[in-house]
């Protein structure tokens, strides 16, 4: 049985070293990634969409220029609470949450450059990798994101990170195609080609990396004949990238049930599928990776593909659903280890962490404040947590019971758990491909 240490002894416990009071895990020598292959890699996916009220595409509530506080039921769109002691001040706003001190909880800005700094400060310090960073179709007018883009490739010049992009094609419906090519390539020539030109823009045989994520995702929206338009239409862009396809977790029974799909991913460079959602707790882990993972890695292997499984700390959504929905569950940690410790048995190209930052759907590994209970407007508040890697709130730390209510990381952990834990295994995964 896994007993979460307390926070007293865990930097004797975690022998790669946390800094007890939030800091880093000094997993490895901070030298400089490669960004100029993607084998052996880990990385994690990079949302970077929350913005202060009125500043942009804000993801921390659906009512957009509002001030985040307990409100109607499915208005706040996080569970989990970001520990935000490490964030500039001038990266923070303050928010209608009530905290245990009393005091009012702060949020912070992603395209704050404090904010983008310090997540690649805590990348370097914990071995990973880089991120892939999402690109959403449909928001390529969006200037916050365009300087979060610039942002994200002056840090990752500094700390010797890497970054790529990923194009989320989730918005598309092919009833209403007719410009969804020009609208990707324009985007790619305009403001995602120049950024390749960084030396941390990761590359594979020479050829920048770029991800096409949502082929065969929703197949009611977007036909296998329109994937197919914009593969083709990307890989054949100027410069000519190196295609990494996200699909669905079932992804290889498409070669019987839907082959004008199957047909395209054939084509791809790298498959990564997306599993957040057929598993969601340890024991139903291991049958996936039984049944699916193994089986997936050896058809890859015969395609002559290279194969980039997704692996996530765990998810909650009962907020943003609104429905009084039970929270979700990390298993004090060992459910994202058993997924770790499988990706050193099955050795992938690299590994996909989702996500790092991703609090609307709980699966970030960012900091986090643990989860704990607190009196708050309108009766009780709690502070966000969710399955994101990065600084989060533990259970004690949170408001409590705020529409339907907050999830915390547990009691006694440190609040870069999660992305301490990422590290620790990266520093393994590096090991397989030396």
Known sequence: MFITPPRIR???????????????????PRTAVDASHLEGKVLFGYQGFFRRPGH????????????????????????MFPAVEQYPQECLFTTNFILPDRSKAKLFE???TGVVDTHFRWMQENSIDGILVQRFYGQFEDESFLQLLNQIRTAAEKYGRSFAVEYDLSPIQSTDFSNVVPSLLNDYANNIAPLMTSNAYLHQDGRPVLELWGFGIDKNKLSAADCATIFHAMRSAN??????LGVQ?????????????YEVYLQADVIQPWAVGPYNDPSSYEGFYQRTSISDKAL?????IKYAPSITPGGSARNRAGKGEPLGNRYNGT???AQLKHMLDLKPFFVFGAMFDE??????????????????????????????????????????????????????????????LAGRYAVRFHELWQ
């Open 10 to 28: 865990a930097a004797v416990i975690i022998l790669f070293a946390c800094n007890v009071l939030g800091g880093a895990a000094q997993t490895a």
């Open 56 to 79: 942009g595409n804000d993801h921390w509530m659906i009512k957009y220029g509002e001030i985040p506080g307990p409100s109607t039921p499915g208005d706040v769109q996080f569970d």
């Open 110 to 112: 992603s395209n704050c």
């Open 239 to 244: 410069p000519n990238p190196y295609v990494v």
């Open 249 to 261: 977790w079932d992804w290889a029974f498409d070669r019987t049930q839907n082959p004008a799909y």
């Open 300 to 304: 890859t292997d015969r395609l002559g």
């Open 335 to 337: 459910y994202f280890e």
């Open 359 to 420: 609090f609307p759907e709980s699966k970030f590994v960012l900091s986090n404040v643990h989860s704990g209970l607190v009196g708050g407007m309108h009766g009780l508040t709690c502070l966000l947590l969710g399955t994101q890697v990065i600084a989060t709130l533990t259970q004690s730390e949170v408001p409590p019971a705020a529409n339907p209510g907050f999830l915390g990381i547990d009691d006694g952990m440190d609040h870069n758990y999660y992305l301490q």
